[in-house]
């Protein structure tokens, strides 16, 4: 089920109706973060982290990692970050210029 929202989401625009701030963002449940990432983010690239695939997403405001377990066919963890730091992992992938940041 995850792989098939994980999937949804690459294909989807964001319609950015339930789009909130990073701190709302981290304090919602884990099926709003779910949805969110869906609905109001945009995927970026992915990295492998041991077993597990780790997806950046951007919202406009702030990155979300989504942990996925492919050995455990579920997402372990979501991640939202707003700092340079949080990019570290991505640098050689990704290019902040792109993203108009």
């Known amino acids: ?3 098939i ?3 949804r989401s690459f294909l ?3 319609q950015r109706k339930n789009m909130r701030n990073i701190e709302e963002f981290k304090m919602a449940s884990f099926e709003k973060k779910c949805d969110l ?3 109001d983010s945009n995927y970026i690239t992915s990295r492998k982290l041991a077993d597990t695939k780790i997806y950046l997403y951007h919202t406009g405001e702030f990155f979300i990692e ?3 377990s492919s050995k455990y066919k579920k997402v372990l963890m979501i991640n939202a970050f707003d700092d ?3 990019m570290e992992p991505y640098a ?3 290019s902040l210029r792109e993203l108009a940041l």
Request: no cysteine; net charge negative; proline share 5%.
């Open 1 to 3: 089920m995850a792989e």
């Open 5 to 7: 929202a994980l999937a």
């Open 12 to 14: 989807s625009t964001p």
């Open 37 to 39: 990432v869906i609905t």
């Open 66 to 68: 989504v942990y996925y």
């Open 84 to 86: 340079m730091a949080g």
């Open 92 to 94: 050689d992938n990704v």
